[in-house]
């Protein structure tokens, strides 16, 4: 296709995307290395019948002039980055001076909101995958054994949790894991523990966002090893079969050799997907004791006096970064995979 | 041969169907409770005294003078406003699938073509485009949007939706053009036809099975999108999605707590039958992400 025709043809989709993903991208870093604008405060004398006194109160007029000049603050370099609500460097200095054991030093970084988000947002991507490869696998193995008339109901019925969007999704277990829901009540009665809620202790409650994410991601493991396992050779499984192999160790040293890259590739998405988790602790409502990245940066937006657009921007970035990290692997898989399909 | 192979014993079939029913409860049973409990106040739904008043009703009786109630669901799509949402939701999402069909059927037609090295740059930048955090990207629209006062309104949404939608309906339906022979507008180019032509007469009539699938996942992008709709939209243009959750915000007023357990039944009944009715589509399209990343 020679470069004119291609370039009309891609034209709208690339303008769509440089457009609305490049260019807020830039925007983002740019909104980070600026600061909202200071007030500006006035001194009042207030005098009365009984004397006078001098009040601190913020000048409206001056502050709404300077915010129309300056409608993104004023420039703040790098200062938002290391500031105490993200990597917060002065903190981290002070304790690791003022602590003497490593518990301590970590106790207090990890009380730090970035550091506290970054350690919910890797324990949810890390506790979440294994569980979700494994429990795809048996569930796919298990689909693919049945009849075939029973297979679509069953399929349908299995990736029903992945379809939902993460808050419906996280609202429905929530209501039944609520203390007055159906489980909840029944845990309840099984402990004999009027006052046991998951919601009570964090470790509960990350037990709970944990055990969510597995039951909303296994769906696409099972459905990606489902579609896998249609490919398998059935030349040396016959083989293993003549040579006496059993049904456990045909699986053990055939199929799963044979899913292997499937299986990383469910890692990685799985990984890169589970980054970004924020709706279901919306959901759960579980904002008290588990933050991620990506609730950071809603909570900065959703500020009720004001956007913290230059927060907001800089955990942005950094979520950017993480994100970039994991997703190194897959793009050097692909490049590799690109360059043997030329 | 296969047949033995094939064969299985007893013990596994027992403990296949057993894991199997185990699995589907688990998968299934939340939505049928919602749905369930949605017929019912919120004094059953959400028992202090005992979780069984939700089957029988007990409090609904009381309240309602029957065992099931669908008060819940008139007082949301009145007082509400849900209809008023899923009018919303409806416009978004039939235009963000529309367009991000148009274009995105354009784009991957040209990148499945051509054969210039640049067509793998493209893809490396909607993969990496793909991974972004909807909300930092959010959070980059928000003070331009805000400064141009197009903040708020539907179709800013729908323009944001489609781009956030494009990296990955070009991978599906780059990697589905893969698979539809070259020769075949070949032809029509050696019979003297442009490239659009060949595009618009040869092409479009044997596409649809990618476009059905690549459609499938923009609707479910569109219509359950929270991260964008919450934030970009003013309460009045709400969808579906931030809808429920604004009805959470207010868990206070107690029957409202009802609306959002109806609501969330309005909002994913739809959504069900359709992917019933195209569960082939989106099993095939999720496997082509497989293979190619």
């Known amino acids: 296709m020679p470069h004119r025709t291609f370039f009309w043809f891609i034209l709208p989709t690339a303008l769509a995307m440089i457009l609305f993903i490049g260019l807020p991208i830039v925007s983002s870093f740019f909104q980070s290395l600026h600061i909202e604008n200071e007030q500006v405060l006035m001194e009042v004398e207030n005098c009365d019948p009984f004397g006078c006194t001098t009040n601190v109160r913020v000048d409206v007029e001056a502050t709404e002039k300077i915010e129309a000049e300056n409608p993104l603050g004023r420039f703040n370099g790098f200062g938002t980055y290391i500031d105490r609500n993200h990597l917060a460097f002065d903190e981290i200095r002070e304790a690791w001076d003022n602590t003497s054991t490593v518990g301590e030093f970590k106790d207090i970084v990890l009380n730090l909101p970035f550091y506290k988000a970054l350690l919910?947002?890797?324990?949810?991507?890390?506790?979440?995958?294994?569980?979700?490869i494994v429990l795809g696998f048996i569930v796919a193995l298990s689909v693919n054994t049945l009849a075939k008339k029973l297979k679509g109901f069953i399929v349908f019925g299995t990736i029903l949790p992945m379809i939902v969007t993460p808050l419906i999704g996280s609202l429905v277990l929530f209501w039944m894991i609520d203390s007055?829901?159906?489980?909840?009540?029944?845990?309840?009665?099984l402990f004999d523990d009027p006052n046991l809620s998951l919601k009570a202790s964090s470790n509960l409650t990350w037990i709970t966002l944990i055990i969510y994410g597995i039951w909303h991601n296994t769906p696409f493991a099972f459905v990606v090893f489902y579609a896998a396992l249609q490919t398998v050779p059935q030349d040396p499984l016959e083989a293993a079969f003549i040579d006496g192999a059993s049904r456990f160790e045909r699986v053990r040293f055939i199929v799963i050799p044979h899913l292997y890259p499937v299986a990383t590739f469910i890692m990685l998405i799985c990984?890169?997907?589970?980054?970004?988790?924020?709706?279901?602790?919306?959901?759960?409502?579980?904002?008290?004791?588990?933050?991620?990245?990506?609730?950071?940066?809603?909570?900065?937006l959703r500020n009720e006096n004001k956007m913290l657009f230059g927060s907001a921007g800089a955990t942005s970035m950094l979520t950017i970064l993480g994100i970039a990290f994991l997703l190194t692997p897959v793009l050097i898989r692909t490049w590799k995979e690109f360059k043997t399909e030329r | 041969m296969n047949q033995t192979i094939n064969k299985y014993s007893k013990q596994i079939i027992i403990v296949n169907s057993i894991?199997?029913?185990?699995?589907?409860?688990?998968?299934i049973f939340p939505f049928i409770w919602t749905l369930w409990g949605s017929f019912k106040v919120k004094a059953d739904f959400f028992s202090r005294a005992d979780w069984t008043y939700a089957l029988s009703g007990f409090n609904?009786?009381?309240?309602?003078?029957?065992?099931?109630?669908?008060?819940?669901?008139?007082?949301?799509?009145?007082?509400?406003?849900?209809?008023?949402?899923?009018?919303?939701?409806?416009?978004?999402?039939?235009?963000?699938?529309?367009?991000?069909?148009?274009?995105?059927?354009?784009?991957?037609?040209?990148?499945?073509?051509?054969?210039f090295k640049y067509t793998f740059y493209i893809l490396i930048i909607a993969l990496v485009f793909r991974a972004m955090p909807h909300i930092t990207l959010v959070s980059g629209y928000l003070f331009p949007f805000f400064q141009l006062n197009i903040w708020g309104i539907l179709p800013t949404t729908i323009i944001v939706l489609v781009a956030i939608n494009q990296p990955f309906t070009l991978w599906l339906l780059y990697s589905f053009f893969k698979t539809v022979p070259k020769e075949l507008d070949e032809s029509a180019l050696i019979d003297g036809c442009s490239y659009f032509q060949a595009f618009r007469y040869i092409i479009m009539p044997v596409m649809w099975p990618g476009v059905v699938t690549a459609?499938?996942?923009?609707?479910?992008?569109?219509?359950?999108?929270?991260?964008?709709?919450?934030?970009?939209?003013?309460?009045?243009?709400?969808?579906?999605?931030?809808?429920?959750?604004a009805y959470l915000g207010t868990v206070e007023y107690g029957g409202n707590y009802m609306w959002a357990v109806s609501s969330v039944v309005s909002a994913t009944a739809p959504l069900f039958m359709i992917i019933w009715f195209f569960q082939r589509q989106l099993i095939s399209g999720l496997t082509a992400g497989a293979v190619k990343g």
């Not at chain 2, 894991?19 to 998968?27: A, P, V």
């Not at chain 2, 007082?79 to 978004?92: K, L, S, Y």
């Open chain 1, 271 to 300: 990984l890169m997907d589970n980054f970004r988790v924020f709706e279901p602790i919306i959901g759960f409502s579980a904002e008290g004791v588990a933050q991620s990245l990506s609730w950071m940066i809603y909570q900065d």
């Open chain 2, 215 to 245: 459609g499938l996942f923009s609707m479910m992008l569109a219509y359950n999108d929270f991260t964008v709709t919450a934030l970009l939209l003013n309460q009045h243009n709400y969808t579906m999605v931030p809808k429920i959750n």
């Open chain 1, 120 to 132: 919910f947002t890797l324990t949810f991507c890390f506790a979440v995958t294994p569980p979700v």
């Open chain 2, 60 to 115: 609904t009786l009381i309240e309602t003078g029957a065992t099931t109630t669908i008060k819940a669901y008139l007082e949301s799509w009145t007082e509400g406003e849900f209809g008023r949402a899923t009018m919303n939701t409806m416009i978004v999402t039939v235009s963000v699938v529309s367009i991000s069909l148009f274009l995105g059927t354009l784009g991957a037609y040209a990148l499945s073509r051509s054969t």
């Open chain 1, 180 to 189: 007055q829901g159906i489980i909840g009540a029944s845990i309840q009665i």
């Open chain 2, 19 to 27: 894991f199997i029913l185990f699995w589907l409860t688990i998968s």
